[in-house]
């Protein structure tokens, strides 16, 4: 039964496998491990997705308009609209790109305590002689368009040096904040165990919103809303990230 669940859950926010690429046009000569932890109580995260490239705002930037991979990952933990946007690399930018399998979820919550995820998640992602800056994306799973991560940290310069930050929820603002399980992601529920409506892994067009990213103002609750912010909220930082130059 706890496997058929994990099953069930990993599905349901798209996960892919573990996957390591770096687009062929760019020569591999450094190598970084990454280690990201999930700071919260009731707020797991999706599968982080990894970038190293050159240049900031890669993959998104505070006070712009989300892109359609973020805002896939961020609305349905859906990864591969911007997995597919790194590997075909329109603009040059990008060296090397990572994601795990499971995602991260708060200590004592069923997601750790019955079905066995963890707290942090390593990567290990390559980067070229170019390649400057990191960005990661993670959606907060109990929201409705909520996603942490870090825009162009930059990366360790040297074999042995590390660096780590500190990462905030945000609000894609792609999509309103209804707080209703009906419109949010499956695994919700099942991680926190707190259980509704079975939920959706699909965008629903009606709730669309043309907003630019900015900060989460957190889970407000109420009535006619599923999310309880004494369960489901968090304070910021909500996730640490901490890279390593290892070649």
Same mark, same amino acid.
């Given at each position: 039964?706890?496997?058929?669940?994990?099953?069930?859950?990993?599905?349901?926010?798209?996960?892919?496998?573990? /996957?390591?690429?770096?687009?062929?046009?760019?020569?591999?000569?450094?190598?970084?491990?990454?280690?990201?932890?999930?700071?919260?109580?009731?707020?797991p995260?999706?599968?982080?997705?990894v970038?190293?490239?050159h240049?900031?705002?890669?993959?998104?930037?505070?006070? =712009?308009?989300?892109?359609?991979?973020?805002?896939?990952?961020?609305?349905n933990?859906?990864?591969?609209?911007?997995?597919?946007?790194?590997?075909?690399d329109p603009?040059?930018?990008?060296?090397?790109?990572?994601?795990?399998?499971?995602?991260?979820?708060?200590?004592?919550?069923?997601g750790?305590?019955?079905?066995?995820?963890? =707290?942090?998640?390593?990567?290990?992602?390559?980067?070229?002689?170019?390649?400057?800056? /990191?960005?990661?994306?993670?959606? /907060?799973?109990?929201?409705?368009?909520?996603?942490?991560g870090?825009?162009?940290?930059?990366?360790?310069?040297?074999?042995?040096?590390?660096?780590?930050?500190?990462?905030?929820?945000?609000?894609?603002?792609?999509?309103?904040?209804?707080?209703?399980?009906?419109?949010?992601?499956?695994?919700?529920?099942g991680?926190?165990?707190?259980?509704?409506?079975?939920?959706?892994?699909?965008?629903?067009?009606?709730?669309?919103?043309?907003?630019?990213?900015?900060h989460?103002?957190?889970?407000?609750?109420?009535?006619?809303?599923?999310?309880?912010?004494?369960?489901?909220g968090?304070?910021?930082?909500?996730?640490?990230?901490?890279?390593?130059?290892?070649g």
């Amino acid at each position: 039964m706890r496997s058929m669940r994990r099953f069930a859950l990993l599905a349901g926010i798209g996960a892919v496998g573990l /996957l390591a690429f770096a687009p062929s046009a760019m020569a591999q000569d450094r190598e970084y491990e990454v280690t990201i932890t999930n700071l919260t109580s009731g707020q797991p995260l999706t599968p982080p997705v990894v970038a190293t490239h050159h240049g900031r705002h890669a993959v998104f930037e505070v006070g =712009q308009p989300a892109s359609v991979g973020v805002r896939e990952i961020a609305e349905n933990g859906n990864s591969a609209p911007l997995r597919e946007f790194i590997q075909s690399d329109p603009l040059g930018q990008f060296a090397g790109f990572a994601e795990t399998m499971e995602p991260l979820v708060p200590p004592g919550t069923p997601g750790e305590e019955e079905m066995g995820f963890e =707290q942090s998640a390593t990567l290990t992602v390559e980067g070229g002689r170019r390649a400057n800056r /990191l960005s990661w994306v993670s959606m /907060l799973i109990c929201t409705n368009d909520g996603f942490t991560g870090v825009d162009g940290l930059e990366l360790p310069a040297k074999v042995g040096k590390s660096t780590t930050e500190s990462t905030n929820a945000y609000d894609a603002f792609t999509e309103l904040n209804t707080e209703r399980y009906a419109d949010i992601v499956p695994p919700c529920q099942g991680l926190i165990g707190d259980f509704g409506d079975p939920g959706t892994a699909v965008s629903n067009p009606a709730l669309a919103q043309g907003g630019v990213i900015t900060h989460h103002a957190g889970i407000q609750g109420g009535v006619g809303r599923d999310l309880d912010p004494e369960l489901h909220g968090w304070e910021d930082p909500v996730a640490t990230i901490e890279v390593e130059r290892t070649g």
